[in-house]
């Protein structure tokens, strides 16, 4: 691992100092203003926000949703875009006056209308990039919006329900964590913790693949089931398998039918980090944020086209879906590092075959887990976004925390993740072996391990050499590379600031450059919030990043419009006050 005492010359503003306060803080010679919040309406007979939870179910309908998440920007001309954003959750204590505690089939409606996505019309004008209401490509999908599923699990019995006999179309997406953007013009939403949504009302068989996906006869408490039977396991067993999926929404039809692509795998998906290989086949990285889960790469048999639009359309459904199996640890200079291989998931290979209960591809990509355990994947501390280099053939994958590492019996230490009780968390890098995304191997390092230098000496607690007192953070989450370079590292974290987090202060979000390994503090979120979600114009000179959950468990932020405002997740847009390019 790189320490950094050098100034990066990619890395050109000035640190911000951790926080505790209920703003949001930019470095000097940069402002931030709101572009929109939870609830705002998206068009002119829709009703507005109303402080404390009075807004109905209908009125959700056609407002922004809640819990924003990873988000894509899609130029249409010079002032005009549009934003895609995900609404990954609700908070029931601010989303009702009864704190959740009443729930009701009006109030579950609500909550399902609050997730999903949310596609803004942009504008720009003299003061900016701006949402604008009534835009042409203002839409909301939700978790009751018709969609497709398509690809090799399209069809499959375990995704038969009474009310899709044929197992090819499914009502919503719910849960939507991060996100991904094709070339081809479209948007990729992930479906990450959808198992809480399910429970049952009466005793039922749970299989052992759904209890390898957290789903039980007990919901983690969103009361789903209890006013919806589809979500009810007794009654309705194989909805739950039509979720966990990557979803691809063509945002520029507001009339598009999203569609599942089951090629992709099923599990708690983080995002969907899409290149094209040199060789022109479409490669997508995804996470699975779960202590002990994997991580995966989809290769397309077909290859892109920039110039035939349709013949892109459908890429995402013929591929091989791969898993990583990481090896090594300490070499001779005390660097963790290694080699690894990507283990293709293909029915009748590696014991991916009946004996061992697989009948079907579909089977394969519907149990993704149990075939990567099958294969023999690296279990991770919680992998969430993967990010790839503009330039150079080098990944990157946040490593979030894992409490039960080393600790649970299938966690033992491993070479990426070298920590017990992990809670700080690393994130891991690595490089194919010939520099082509589709090489079945790679090379990897550790790009940082979070930690605490002021609390932990000598122990990996501290973190790499590219922590200090003055960057130090825990829990990294949303990545992203700028078209410089600069990995940008949002947080998800402990914002406690006591004990193991003392002088970390609230989620914030980081820029480090990925020669040199520094990294720099460049923004605090208010009370309560995680920052998630970043996204650049093309000019780089304007971005935009997500504040979630602000004040989330009545934890006393009333951002983004102080006073005694209820707090609500929203998306800010950053520029400088020179207009220059951010980071610079
Ligand atoms: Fe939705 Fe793993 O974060
Ligand atoms: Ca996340
Ligand atoms: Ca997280
Ligand atoms: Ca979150």
Request: proline share 5%; net charge negative.
């Amino acid at each position: 691992i790189a320490a950094a005492t050098s100034s990066s010359p990619l890395l050109g503003f000035s640190a911000v100092a951790a926080s505790t306060a209920d703003t949001f803080v930019v470095p000097n010679g940069y402002q931030a203003e709101r572009l929109i919040s939870w609830g705002d309406p998206l068009f002119s007979n829709v009703a507005e926000f109303i402080n404390g939870g009075g807004n109905s179910a209908t009125d959700q309908l056609g407002q922004f949703g809640d819990n924003n998440d990873g988000m894509s920007f899609f130029p249409i001309d010079e002032n005009t875009a549009l934003l895609a954003v995900n609404n990954e959750y609700c908070n029931y204590e601010l989303m009702f006056e009864h704190l959740g505690k009443q729930m009701t089939a009006l109030d579950v409606q609500k909550a399902q209308a609050a997730q999903g996505v949310s596609v803004l019309t942009l504008k720009k004008n003299a003061k900016g990039w701006q949402f604008e209401k009534d835009g042409q490509y203002n839409r909301r999908i939700h978790a009751n919006t018709p969609m497709a599923i398509s690809g090799p699990a399209k069809g499959h019995a375990l995704l038969k329900t009474a009310a899709d006999p044929k197992g090819e179309r499914v009502l919503g997406t719910f849960n939507n964590c991060a996100n991904g953007l094709t070339p081809w013009g479209t948007y990729l939403t992930c479906e990450e913790n959808f198992n809480g949504y399910f429970g049952s009302t009466a005793s039922t068989t749970v299989t052992p693949a759904q209890t390898r996906y957290g789903i039980g006869l007990k919901d983690a408490g969103w009361q789903w089931h209890q006013f919806d039977e589809r979500f009810d396991l007794a009654k309705h067993p194989n909805e739950c398998h039509r979720f966990g999926w990557v979803v691809e929404i063509d945002p520029n039809d507001p009339t598009s039918t999203p569609i599942k692509r089951t090629a992709l795998g099923r599990f708690k998906h983080e995002n969907a980090e899409l290149v094209i290989d040199k060789s022109g086949h479409v490669v997508v990285y995804l996470g699975d944020d779960e202590r002990g889960e994997h991580i995966y790469r989809f290769v397309s048999r077909d290859k892109y086209s920039p110039d035939d639009a349709a013949a892109n359309r459908h890429l995402l459904d013929e591929g091989t879906l791969y898993v990583a199996r990481f090896n090594g640890g300490e070499n001779k200079d005390g660097e963790l590092a290694g080699d690894g291989e990507w283990l293709p998931l293909i029915f009748g290979e590696h014991g991916l075959t009946p004996e061992n209960g697989f009948t079907s591809q579909a089977e394969v990509l519907i149990h993704a887990r149990l075939a990567a355990t099958q294969v023999g994947a690296t279990t991770m501390d919680r992998p969430e976004w993967v990010a790839a280099h503009p330039t150079e053939p080098m990944v990157f994958c946040t490593l979030t925390n894992n409490k039960n590492r080393g600790v649970a019996d299938n966690q033992a230490l491993n070479g990426p993740n070298p920590t017990a009780e992990n809670h700080y968390g690393q994130i891991v890098r690595w490089q194919p072996t010939s520099g082509e995304h589709t090489d079945d191997t790679f090379n990897w390092d550790l790009f940082l391990l979070a930690g605490n230098p002021t609390i932990h000496q000598d122990t990996l607690y501290a973190g790499s050499a590219n922590i200090n007192a003055d960057n130090m953070f825990n829990s990294p989450d949303g990545i992203g590379f700028d078209k410089a370079g600069r990995l940008w590292i949002q947080t998800d974290g402990n914002y406690s600031n006591e004990g193991d987090f003392a002088g970390q202060g609230n989620n914030q979000m980081l820029c480090a450059d990925p020669t040199t390994g520094e990294v720099r503090r460049f923004l605090t979120g208010p009370i309560a919030c995680e920052i998630t979600g970043l996204a650049f114009t093309p000019d780089q000179k304007t971005l935009f990043v997500g504040v979630q959950h602000p004040g989330e468990d009545l934890a006393g932020s009333h951002f983004p419009l102080g006073g005694s405002h209820t707090p609500r997740s929203s998306v800010m847009v950053i520029t400088r006050q020179d207009g220059g390019i951010i980071g610079t």
